[in-house]
């Protein structure tokens, strides 16, 4: 069994920047493909960024690329997060999810085999 926690969430103005984090409890961090995915009120949970196990692989969603940056420390068992120039309609709860099965980045979130319980990003001035 694979802990999630997320951290770094909050309120942020329009334009502003947010880092979130989210450390797991495996030793075998390396061997899990990590993404992030969000969910707004009254809407799915959608697909933000993935990342494979080494790192030098990523994926983002069309409406984040360019704008969030995802990374990973395998010595510290993190990954992260870089949000910049947010939107109102980045507003969502924001969740990490680890993959056992897949090396590179994946955007199917049935696929993932883990997840956080989320930390709320609000976008408002």
């Known amino acids: 069994q694979v802990q999630l926690v997320e951290s770094g969430g909050g309120l942020v103005q329009p334009g502003g920047s947010l880092r979130l984090s989210c450390a797991a409890s495996?030793?075998?961090?390396?061997?899990?493909?990590l993404g992030w995915f969000r969910q707004a009120p009254g809407k799915e949970r959608e697909f933000v960024a993935a990342?494979?196990?080494?790192?030098?692989?990523?994926y983002y969603a069309s409406s984040v690329r360019g704008r969030f940056t995802i990374s990973r420390d395998n010595a510290k068992n993190t990954v992260y997060l870089q949000m910049n120039s947010l939107k109102p309609e980045d507003t969502a709860v924001y969740y990490c999810?680890?993959?056992?099965?897949?090396?590179?980045?994946?955007?199917?979130?049935?696929?993932?085999?883990?997840w956080g319980q989320g930390t709320q990003v609000t976008v408002s001035s």
């Open positions: 999810a680890a993959d056992r099965s897949t090396w590179g980045p994946n955007i199917v979130k049935y696929e993932y085999d883990y």
């Open positions: 990342i494979s196990w080494s790192g030098d692989n990523t």
């Open positions: 495996t030793r075998s961090f390396s061997r899990y493909a």
